[in-house]
């Protein structure tokens, strides 16, 4: 009886509940929409750059990343890695051997970053061939290199023309080599564009006398909420001998900057929560005084406290409940059609965008955590609402509410 | 079933200069099957007196004993289930919940009791068929009159079948035919079924139809007659 009487009171003001339902679908429909384009872009970012440069996950020496030492290296083998190559949620495995050298040709030389990489599972995962504005690309048993166009220019090395390379190899070996270049390429990112070196595996290794070892394995899950269980997965299997780092821990500027984003995205979606808010507390506290005789009655006639202040609440959740619908189903086939057909961007934007090797659209992210992540704080911010109102309702008085509730608590 | 009230007080602004004694200490006691008018002009304490009786509000002092037992004494949960199981209360403007219909006005407070669906539902209609109201078991109070929405309110008292029914001035609202109609059901359910019925009142309407009159002044008890009933009316359906 108490369900009934809760729908039935609901319906009492028509006006209030309706208005009161769409200003938290309304509320849900902005902040879903919100939230949804802020973490497909944030999805978008992470893969990107990940291809680009670090790659989503990467095997390295526990010491690696603190000495960034060509001494602390892992096997390059198929045994070594062969977990991660069966792991059923990585779609990509790649070695790759990354060190520093002094580039030079004729009387220039800089500082470059040298990368020896699997020339063709490079270019499917990180479109490295796609970059090539002069020569051709790499082949794995090439003697050649690839050269970023910013150092190219610097060092005034051409097509054809040859650089030096020159660094310290495993274990105190001088590295040292001079190589041909084969392509260059551009990179839109200056601090890219200006010290990449790329190198067939098989070379890098021979310069850096590495033999068969790498400096990293570097890998990518199919999906980025896979991350987490993935890592884990590799830690638990290669243990304390083989640092699992993922993007957040390779790039932590840019872990850093979504971090930042995302949290006044937040702040901007509970501050819409909290006007909405206050809507909705009026209403629950109307809800309340307006009906203090009536409810002084129920309880003359044997209605437990804690029973009407159960009422209050389902009538409570109920108009949460049809918020939360409402909002859903308003929200639901948008995203829906965002994330089937994302907003194009056009002009300079769309230029620079895909320069830098990012789509030029607006992605959306469908994920079930933000629906309910949306869902728990409505129903949270109508429990924080109802605070007040059952406190009043539990307080008052029931002579004073039989006589009219003015001074019923 | 006896009410006993013992030195019962009731003080407003106690703490300051000007203490209101809405209750003074009151000795009563009615027994079960009376049908009492408690009548006193607007602020005399008649209905302060039935709030204390009811157990809704509390006394300054004294006690109210219903079959030896203090209901005064009780903590709020027990006194909301002994009110729900033995009182049953009359108010002055119905006070029926207006979302339901009349007959599931009349459940409602049977199934506080814990009776199942099929008892409250025959005897809430048993009892609103008694009442005359057999052709508007399912309207909401709105499409009912007030003399059937206070048939509502009588069915809705007695529906949990309660040694006493407090009544607060139950006549006000309503016209002399729904007066008269109303008294009619009352007064043969008191005969019928040993109810007792305790009015606050200053209608002569009611005031006529009570075996006893218990007239109040200032929170005192002026005077406590017992009378010959004059009349019993059929009750129109």
Same mark, same amino acid.
């Given at each position: 009886?108490?369900?009934?009487?809760?729908?039935?009171?609901?319906?009492?003001?028509?006006?209030?509940?309706?208005?009161?339902?769409?200003?938290?679908?309304?509320?849900?429909?902005?902040?879903?929409?919100?939230?949804?384009?802020?973490?497909?872009?944030?999805?978008?970012?992470?893969?990107?750059?990940?291809?680009?440069?670090? +790659?989503?996950?990467?095997?390295?020496?526990?010491?690696?990343?603190?000495?960034?030492?060509? #001494? #602390?290296?892992?096997?390059?083998? #198929?045994?070594?890695?062969?977990?991660?190559?069966?792991?059923?949620?990585?779609?990509?495995?790649?070695?790759?051997?990354?060190?520093?050298?002094?580039?030079?040709?004729?009387?220039?030389?800089?500082?470059?970053?040298?990368? +020896?990489?699997?020339?063709?599972?490079?270019?499917?995962?990180?479109?490295?061939?796609?970059?090539?504005?002069? +020569?051709?690309?790499?082949?794995?048993?090439?003697?050649?290199?690839?050269?970023?166009?910013?150092?190219?220019?610097?060092?005034?090395?051409?097509?054809?023309?040859?650089?030096?390379?020159?660094?310290?190899?495993?274990?105190?070996? $001088?590295?040292?080599?001079?190589? $041909?270049?084969?392509?260059?390429?551009?990179?839109?990112?200056?601090?890219?564009?200006? !010290?990449?070196?790329?190198?067939?595996?098989?070379?890098?290794?021979?310069?850096?006398? $590495?033999?068969?070892?790498?400096?990293?394995?570097?890998?990518?899950?199919?999906?980025?909420?896979?991350?987490?269980?993935?890592?884990?997965?590799?830690?638990?299997?290669?243990?304390?001998?083989?640092?699992?780092?993922?993007?957040?821990?390779?790039?932590?500027?840019?872990?850093?900057?979504? =971090?930042?984003?995302?949290?006044?995205?937040?702040?901007?979606?509970?501050?819409?929560?909290?006007?909405?808010?206050?809507?909705?507390?009026? $209403?629950?506290?109307?809800?309340?005084?307006?009906?203090?005789?009536?409810?002084?009655?129920?309880?003359?006639?044997?209605?437990?406290?804690?029973?009407?202040?159960?009422?209050?609440?389902?009538?409570?959740?109920?108009? +949460?409940?049809?918020?939360?619908?409402?909002?859903?189903?308003?929200?639901?086939?948008?995203?829906?059609?965002?994330?089937?057909?994302?907003?194009?961007?056009?002009?300079?934007?769309?230029?620079?965008?895909?320069?830098?090797?990012?789509?030029?659209?607006?992605?959306?992210?469908?994920?079930?955590?933000?629906?309910?992540? !949306?869902?728990?704080?409505? =129903?949270? =911010?109508?429990?924080?609402?109802?605070?007040?109102?059952?406190?009043?309702?539990?307080?008052?008085?029931?002579?004073?509410?039989?006589?009219?509730?003015?001074?019923?608590? | 079933?006896?009410?006993?009230?013992?030195?019962?007080?009731?003080?407003?602004?106690?703490?300051?200069? @000007?203490?209101?004694?809405?209750?003074?200490?009151?000795?009563?006691?009615?027994?079960?099957?009376? @049908?009492?008018?408690?009548?006193?002009?607007?602020?005399?304490?008649?209905?302060?007196?039935?709030?204390?009786?009811?157990?809704?509000?509390?006394?300054?002092?004294?006690?109210?004993?219903?079959?030896?037992?203090?209901?005064?004494?009780?903590?709020?949960?027990?006194?909301?289930?002994?009110?729900?199981?033995?009182?049953? @209360?009359?108010?002055?403007?119905?006070?029926?919940?207006?979302?339901?219909?009349?007959?599931?006005?009349?459940?409602?407070?049977?199934?506080?009791?814990?009776?199942?669906?099929?008892?409250?539902?025959?005897?809430?209609?048993?009892?609103?068929? &008694?009442?005359?109201?057999?052709?508007?078991?399912?309207?909401?109070?709105?499409?009912?009159?007030?003399?059937?929405?206070?048939?509502?309110?009588?069915?809705?008292?007695?529906?949990?079948?309660?040694?006493?029914?407090?009544?607060?001035?139950?006549?006000?609202?309503?016209?002399?035919?729904?007066?008269?109609?109303?008294?009619?059901?009352?007064?043969?359910?008191?005969?019928?079924?040993?109810?007792? @019925?305790?009015?606050?009142?200053?209608?002569?309407?009611?005031?006529?139809?009570?075996?006893?009159?218990?007239?109040?002044?200032?929170? &005192? &008890?002026?005077?406590?007659?017992?009378?010959?009933?004059?009349?019993?009316?059929?009750?129109?359906?």
């Amino acid at each position: 009886m108490l369900v009934t009487l809760a729908w039935r009171n609901l319906w009492r003001q028509k006006r209030r509940t309706i208005l009161t339902a769409s200003a938290l679908a309304l509320a849900l429909l902005l902040s879903l929409l919100m939230r949804c384009v802020q973490e497909g872009s944030y999805t978008a970012n992470i893969e990107n750059a990940a291809r680009l440069s670090t +790659g989503l996950i990467q095997l390295q020496h526990p010491e690696f990343a603190e000495s960034q030492s060509i #001494d #602390d290296l892992l096997p390059g083998d #198929d045994k070594f890695i062969e977990f991660a190559n069966h792991h059923h949620n990585l779609q990509y495995v790649m070695p790759r051997i990354e060190s520093f050298a002094l580039a030079a040709a004729g009387d220039k030389s800089k500082g470059v970053m040298v990368l +020896g990489v699997d020339p063709d599972k490079e270019a499917q995962y990180s479109g490295l061939s796609d970059k090539l504005i002069s +020569g051709s690309y790499l082949q794995a048993d090439d003697q050649q290199v690839l050269i970023a166009e910013g150092l190219a220019d610097h060092l005034g090395l051409k097509l054809g023309e040859q650089v030096i390379l020159y660094g310290q190899g495993y274990r105190g070996q $001088t590295a040292a080599g001079l190589y $041909t270049i084969k392509g260059i390429l551009h990179f839109p990112m200056p601090q890219l564009n200006n !010290q990449l070196i790329y190198l067939p595996l098989q070379l890098a290794q021979e310069l850096y006398s $590495t033999d068969s070892l790498v400096t990293a394995w570097v890998l990518h899950s199919e999906e980025l909420s896979l991350l987490e269980e993935t890592v884990n997965d590799l830690k638990a299997f290669y243990g304390e001998k083989v640092n699992v780092r993922d993007w957040q821990d390779l790039s932590p500027d840019m872990a850093q900057q979504i =971090l930042i984003d995302r949290a006044s995205g937040l702040f901007l979606m509970y501050l819409l929560y909290g006007i909405v808010g206050f809507a909705l507390f009026a $209403t629950l506290l109307m809800m309340v005084l307006e009906r203090q005789r009536e409810f002084a009655v129920m309880l003359a006639t044997g209605l437990l406290r804690i029973k009407l202040l159960k009422l209050i609440a389902i009538e409570s959740t109920f108009i +949460g409940l049809l918020g939360i619908c409402l909002g859903l189903l308003l929200s639901f086939p948008i995203l829906t059609w965002l994330f089937f057909n994302p907003i194009q961007l056009t002009g300079d934007t769309a230029q620079l965008m895909l320069e830098m090797g990012y789509d030029p659209i607006i992605p959306v992210l469908l994920d079930p955590w933000l629906f309910l992540h !949306q869902v728990v704080v409505v =129903l949270g =911010l109508l429990a924080l609402c109802l605070i007040y109102p059952m406190w009043r309702l539990y307080r008052m008085d029931l002579v004073s509410a039989l006589k009219g509730g003015a001074h019923a608590a | 079933m006896t009410i006993k009230i013992t030195q019962l007080c009731k003080t407003y602004n106690q703490d300051t200069d @000007f203490p209101v004694h809405a209750v003074d200490h009151l000795d009563l006691e009615i027994a079960q099957g009376e @049908f009492v008018a408690v009548m006193g002009p607007s602020g005399s304490g008649k209905t302060t007196l039935l709030n204390m009786l009811g157990g809704i509000d509390s006394p300054t002092s004294g006690k109210v004993c219903i079959d030896d037992k203090n209901i005064i004494e009780l903590q709020e949960k027990d006194r909301i289930a002994y009110r729900r199981d033995n009182i049953g @209360f009359i108010f002055q403007d119905y006070s029926l919940l207006p979302v339901l219909t009349a007959l599931e006005n009349v459940e409602f407070v049977m199934q506080l009791q814990g009776h199942s669906e099929a008892e409250c539902r025959q005897r809430a209609t048993d009892l609103l068929i &008694k009442v005359g109201l057999a052709d508007h078991l399912h309207k909401v109070p709105a499409k009912l009159s007030g003399g059937q929405q206070q048939r509502v309110a009588v069915a809705r008292a007695l529906a949990p079948s309660p040694k006493f029914v407090m009544a607060d001035e139950p006549t006000a609202n309503l016209d002399a035919k729904s007066t008269a109609e109303l008294l009619d059901i009352m007064q043969q359910l008191n005969e019928q079924e040993g109810t007792t @019925f305790i009015f606050s009142t200053h209608d002569p309407r009611v005031i006529g139809r009570a075996k006893r009159v218990i007239v109040f002044e200032d929170g &005192k &008890k002026t005077d406590d007659k017992q009378i010959e009933q004059k009349h019993s009316g059929e009750i129109k359906q």
